[in-house]
């Protein structure tokens, strides 16, 4: 048995096929760098890294450097809103500039992506307050590593009649929540929760729309 050149994938690493299996006599230093920088991302084990480095060589040039420019083009564009701090190409969301929106009703998440989630459900038409995490000293994130004083600037200022509290329903979570009520306790606003249709412990990220809108019909005044 011998070599069959013609079965091979036409792939810069492989040295050599045998039997139409190609072999990989070793990986070069950039391939090795994609692949473990590749492992740095959530989710991504070793093995995924691999699969997706060598896609990566197999896709055409134009392809694999247009997932290089949408990178680019994130880390370079996006930004934090000004009022709200969801994700925004601008200095103010899509959010905060619609004119439709109820701007007495405010609704406080951790992170974007919970703001994405609501969104969703189609049901609620206020704006948002991105907190950028949740309390939780052991980790070291303390208030003033969130947006916590520019919530409470933004209900100082007025004009803000309800300020819904939708952090996650964990220890954190609840902690952020109690600890932000006590900021805005002697301001002239209705603080109120979302209901526990949400589960103890589970994250809105990943709650279904039906959950949301349930949570959101049964919120209850703190």
């Given at each position: 048995?011998?070599?069959?050149?013609?079965?091979c994938e036409?792939?810069?690493?492989?040295?050599?096929?045998?039997e139409g299996?190609p072999?990989?006599?070793?990986?070069?230093?950039?391939?090795?760098?994609?692949?473990?920088?590749?492992?740095?991302?959530?989710?991504?084990?070793?093995?995924?890294?691999?699969?997706?480095?060598?896609?990566?060589?197999?896709?055409?040039?134009?392809?694999?450097?247009?997932?290089?420019d949408a990178?680019?083009a994130?880390?370079?564009?996006?930004?934090?809103?000004?009022?709200?701090?969801?994700?925004?190409?601008?200095?103010?969301?899509?959010?905060?500039?619609?004119?439709?929106?109820?701007?007495?009703?405010?609704?406080?998440?951790?992170?974007?992506?919970?703001l994405v989630?609501?969104?969703?459900?189609?049901?609620?038409?206020?704006?948002?307050?991105?907190l950028?995490?949740?309390?939780?000293?052991?980790?070291?994130?303390?208030?003033?590593?969130?947006?916590?004083?520019?919530?409470?600037?933004?209900?100082?200022?007025?004009?803000?009649?309800?300020v819904?509290?939708?952090?996650?329903?964990?220890?954190?979570?609840?902690?952020?929540?109690?600890?932000?009520?006590?900021?805005?306790?002697?301001?002239?606003?209705?603080?109120?929760?979302?209901?526990?249709?949400?589960?103890?412990?589970?994250?809105?990220?990943?709650?279904?729309?039906?959950?949301?809108?349930?949570?959101?019909?049964?919120?209850?005044?703190?």
């Open positions: 048995m011998g070599r069959d050149a013609s079965k036409p792939q810069a690493i492989h040295s050599f096929c045998w299996v072999f990989v006599a070793e990986l070069t230093e950039s391939v090795s760098h994609l692949i473990e920088t590749l492992t740095r991302l959530p989710g991504i084990g070793r093995k995924s890294a691999e699969r997706i480095a060598y896609h990566l060589l197999r896709v055409p040039h134009e392809e694999a450097l247009a997932l290089a990178i680019r994130v880390k370079e564009n996006v930004r934090h809103c000004k009022i709200c701090y969801n994700l925004a190409e601008g200095e103010v969301c899509s959010i905060c500039r619609d004119a439709t929106r109820d701007k007495g009703l405010v609704c406080v998440v951790e992170q974007p992506r919970d989630a609501i969104e969703q459900t189609g049901l609620y038409r206020g704006l948002y307050h991105v950028l995490g949740r309390l939780s000293p052991l980790d070291g994130v303390n208030p003033e590593d969130l947006t916590i004083t520019d919530l409470v600037r933004r209900v100082r200022e007025g004009g803000i009649r309800e819904i509290m939708a952090t996650n329903p964990t220890v954190e979570g609840d902690g952020t929540c109690l600890y932000i009520s006590n900021q805005l306790a002697d301001l002239n606003v209705t603080i109120t929760r979302l209901a526990r249709g949400i589960a103890p412990g589970s994250v809105i990220e990943f709650a279904n729309p039906e959950v949301l809108a349930d949570a959101f019909s049964g919120r209850q005044r703190l």
